[in-house]
């Protein structure tokens, strides 16, 4: 009787492979916990002291170009998404009724300084005649000595019949005709010095190119020469266009908007922190900022410019009204503006509009929470329009120029 072979195995079981298996998961589960432990102490410990919000957004100047004068639009000279120079002109208006009014301006300028300069010279005669009448008086007053004189010699000789009577009648005759004369010489003068009088009147103080009758027309030319400048809009600063809504031979009215520029090399972020995140927030600390342009990447160092003078909510077109009918509180926001490093916005530009994410460092408080003077370098300015007056300026003084006679202005005597 024969028996099989037998083997001899070794399989393995659940309950070989458990000890092992669990060891593995309980050392997994102990690196988890303690990695969650780790991060949140790290979250805790480093978020006491930071403010983060992703309700945040690029913002600037938006300039809108508006016409300072009604008018039919003859040509848009730029578009949008082109960079326009300060000065650059932008849009052309219709001149011709702007022309037709600086010409009738310039002629009536040019009309009061020549009336001006013959008040000035009908001075200069009235006192010439004055001293002509002074003339004449002296003139009179010898006649009438020597007339004198000469009736009373006659009167003299009258008794002894050396004189007729005729001759003595003569005598006074030209006596009372020199009288008469003297007497009308006098009177020549009192009218040559009222005349003068009056006249100076109405040139005393000034001198020609501040007369008033010069000083009100050389006001319409400015005017007439401002409104003809006007039909040409100039860019007011450096900036790129947007927002083109001009039409060619459009009529447009003056204050309609036409296009806007805007200046990207002044940007700042307006983040809306929460109101329970403001607690903390100062002015002067430091800002952390992220565009979803460029990713996380790229970051923007900033400050905390300012905070607002109130919610979004109280300043909204339609405010909410908490005191009628059944009221959801709803947690509000401030917007707190923060400043950029204009080199960094110059290597990776932003637009207006665009999200940022911002985390405020909040670990100094030595700061404001409100500011309590003006930035400094905050003001936006431009010298263009300037220019215009200066030209309107130059544009009278060559027009009283050209009329003044040899050159030189009038005084009063």
Do not use: C
């Amino acid at each position: 009787m024969s028996t099989a072979p037998t083997t001899s195995a070794t399989p393995s079981t659940p309950a070989a492979k458990a000890p092992g298996t669990r060891q593995k998961a309980l050392t997994v589960v102990s690196l988890v916990v303690l990695l969650g432990l780790a991060y949140g102490g790290y979250t805790w410990y480093a978020g006491r002291h930071e403010e983060s919000t992703d309700n945040a957004y690029v913002q600037g100047n938006v300039i809108q170009i508006t016409p300072q004068i009604g008018g039919t639009v003859t040509a848009i000279l730029a578009d949008d998404t082109d960079f326009v120079k300060a000065g650059q002109p932008l849009v052309q208006l219709d001149p011709a009724d702007a022309k037709v009014a600086l010409q009738l301006a310039q002629a009536n300028l040019a009309q009061a300084v020549r009336q001006v300069r013959g008040l000035y010279a009908n001075n200069q005669t009235l006192q010439t005649q004055i001293t002509q009448r002074d003339t004449d008086v002296a003139k009179a007053q010898t006649e009438v000595a020597r007339a004198t004189d000469d009736l009373a010699r006659r009167q003299s000789l009258v008794g002894n019949g050396a004189v007729s009577k005729e001759e003595l009648a003569h005598a006074q005759s030209q006596l009372a005709q020199a009288q008469s004369m003297l007497a009308a010489a006098k009177a020549s003068v009192g009218t040559a010095r009222d005349q003068l009088g009056s006249n100076q009147t109405l040139t005393d103080g000034t001198r020609l190119e501040n007369h008033p009758s010069v000083e009100a027309a050389s006001a319409k030319v400015r005017e007439a020469y401002l409104a003809l400048h006007r039909a040409t809009l100039p860019a007011p600063i450096d900036g790129y266009l947007a927002k083109r809504t001009v039409q060619l031979g459009q009529r447009v009215a003056a204050g309609t908007p036409l296009m806007s520029v805007i200046a990207l090399n002044s940007l700042w972020v307006d983040a809306n922190f929460k109101e329970v995140q403001l607690r903390n927030i100062r002015v002067g600390q430091p800002v952390t900022l992220t565009a979803d342009l460029y990713g996380k990447h790229v970051q923007y160092k900033g400050t905390v410019a300012g905070l607002g003078a109130g919610t979004g909510a109280a300043f909204s077109l339609l405010p909410a009204q908490n005191a009628t009918g059944n009221w959801i509180k709803v947690v509000q926001r401030v917007p707190v503006r923060v400043a950029l490093d204009p080199q960094e916005v110059a290597a990776n530009p932003l637009r207006i509009g665009l999200s940022m994410e911002a985390t405020v460092d909040v670990t100094q408080q030595d700061g404001k929470a409100l500011a309590d003077a003006p930035r400094p370098s905050t003001g936006v300015q431009t010298d263009v329009y300037a220019m215009l007056d200066e030209q309107a300026t130059a544009e009278i003084k060559r027009i009283i120029a050209a009329n003044a006679g040899t050159g030189r202005t009038g005084t009063a005597p």
